[in-house]
């Protein structure tokens, strides 16, 4: 994870096995954490123009 002006930065994600349960978890307990994981992924295309693979970086 790095911090990038305001917010954090992943660059690991294993969305395969938590899409289902952490992650809409995550939109009810931890708003912070699922905006900075939205905000990585339109830095993510606006920087490589694609999303390659974001996992295991």
Excluded: C, E
Excluded at 27 to 32: C, G, N, P, Q, V
């Amino acid at each position: 994870m790095h911090q990038v002006k305001g917010s954090d930065y992943y660059t690991v994600f294993s969305l395969w096995d938590t899409f289902r349960a952490a992650h809409p978890l995550y939109t009810l307990i931890d708003k912070k954490r699922t905006a900075d994981y939205i905000n990585t992924f339109i830095k993510t295309i606006r920087t490589r123009r694609k999303i390659t693979r974001l996992v295991h970086q």
